[in-house]
């Protein structure tokens, strides 16, 4: 069984940065691929950002060069360091092992115009 706990999520102004991050509670961890999804009011959950155990990123396009997903494998911790955040970036942000059943209980983003 995998426990995946968020934290860092809040309330920001437009143009802020907050740094979410993912624990897991798995022996291994450095094998696991980790992703990070959100999801809006009234739409759909999608994808954020992933990253392999080999610590290649893959990014949503609306995210590009302002948001990084990186690990710390001793820490069992994976990060969503967030920059230049927008309104539209407000959801609800989650941490999964991607392909799993395996989600956090979500952490809330709020941005302000």
């Known amino acids: 069984q995998v426990q995946l706990v968020e934290s860092g999520g809040g309330l920001v102004q437009a143009g802020g940065s907050l740094r979410l991050s993912c624990v897991a509670s798995?022996?291994?961890?450095?094998?696991?691929?980790m992703g990070w999804y959100r999801q809006a009011p009234g739409k759909q959950r999608e994808l954020v950002a992933d990253?392999?155990?080999?610590?290649?990123?893959n990014y949503a396009d609306s995210v590009k060069g302002r948001f990084t997903i990186s690990r710390d494998n001793p820490k069992n911790t994976v990060y969503l360091q967030m920059n230049s955040l927008k309104p539209e970036d407000t959801a609800v942000y989650f941490c999964?092992?991607?392909?799993?059943?395996?989600w956090g209980q979500g952490t809330q983003v709020t941005v302000s115009s």
């Open positions: 798995v022996s291994l961890f450095r094998f696991y691929n």
């Open positions: 990253i392999t155990s080999g610590g290649s990123t």
């Open positions: 999964t092992v991607p392909q799993s059943n395996y």
